[in-house]
T-cell receptor
Framework: AQSVAQPEDQVNVAEGNPLTVKCTYS??????LFWYVQYPNRGLQFLLK??????LVKGSYGFEAEFNKSQTSFHLKKPSALVSDSALYFC????????????FGTGTRLQVTL | DSGVTQTPKHLITATGQRVTLRCSPR?????VYWYQQSLDQGLQFLIQ???????AKGNILERFSAQQFPDLHSELNLSSLELGDSALYFC?????????????FGPGTRLTVL
């Protein structure tokens, strides 16, 4: 079985400060890892993914994430937060070489204030 | 805009009724996924179709069914509706099935069962 944990329901950060949204995963095998963002009343938008190779992945809107196999983590980061980054963020995992079930975490609400 | 369309945007119906949600994938995408998003259950994978055939099944109730048509659009049928079925229903699409392909999500259908 595969699972994803997002330990924080909400993260609060001031605009201009760095932000981190945490994600840990559990799979039997090698993972594909994804981050999605959801704005109010919208569908999920793809931010970035880790497939293989470089552990630091860069994505849309200045976001990046670091794959850490030993800690089974895939934390989302941004050096300088914007108020417009305020949204719901989902981490997701799929095991390589299997059918396509993508398992999502429970989501973390990011609140960026002035 | 992801290129995935869903209709209707909103649906209000009564318990015991049956509804059909429709999804058109991005041009060229062969795989369609259905998800249910509710406050208490989070984002749950329901079912996946690939080029007209069922590919993977998640937490889909027996009262729910889906299909993908030759033109690749998909429909999710929900019957004998209960209050607990009230949720946002998303579809997503990818060009191929599985692997490291990111899913592109539609805007969702908000179902309210009264």
């Amino acid at each position: 079985a595969q699972s994803v944990a997002q330990p924080e329901d909400q993260v609060n950060v001031a605009e201009g400060n760095p932000l981190t949204v945490k994600c840990t995963y559990s799979v039997s095998g090698n993972p594909y890892l994804f981050w999605y963002v959801q704005y109010p009343n919208r569908g999920l938008q793809f931010l970035l993914k880790y497939i293989t190779g470089d552990n630091l992945v860069k994505g849309s809107y200045g976001f990046e994430a670091e794959f850490n196999k030993s800690q089974t983590s895939f934390h989302l980061k941004k050096p300088s937060a914007l108020v417009s980054d305020s949204a719901l963020y989902f981490c997701a995992v799929r095991v390589t070489g299997t059918a396509s079930k993508l398992t999502f975490g429970t989501g973390t609400r990011l609140q960026v204030t002035l | 805009d992801s290129g995935v369309t869903q209709t209707p945007k909103h649906l209000i119906t009564a318990t015991g009724q049956r509804v059909t949600l429709r999804c058109s994938p991005r041009s060229g995408d062969l795989s369609v996924y259905w998800y249910q998003q509710s406050l208490d259950q989070g984002l749950q994978f329901l079912i996946q179709y690939y080029n007209g055939e069922e590919r993977a099944k998640g937490n889909i109730l027996e009262r729910f069914s889906a299909q993908q048509f030759p033109d690749l659009h998909s429909e999710l049928n929900l019957s004998s509706l209960e209050l607990g079925d009230s949720a946002l229903y998303f579809c997503a699409s990818t060009r191929l099935a599985g692997g490291g392909n990111e899913q592109f999500f539609g805007p969702g259908t908000r179902l309210t069962v009264l």
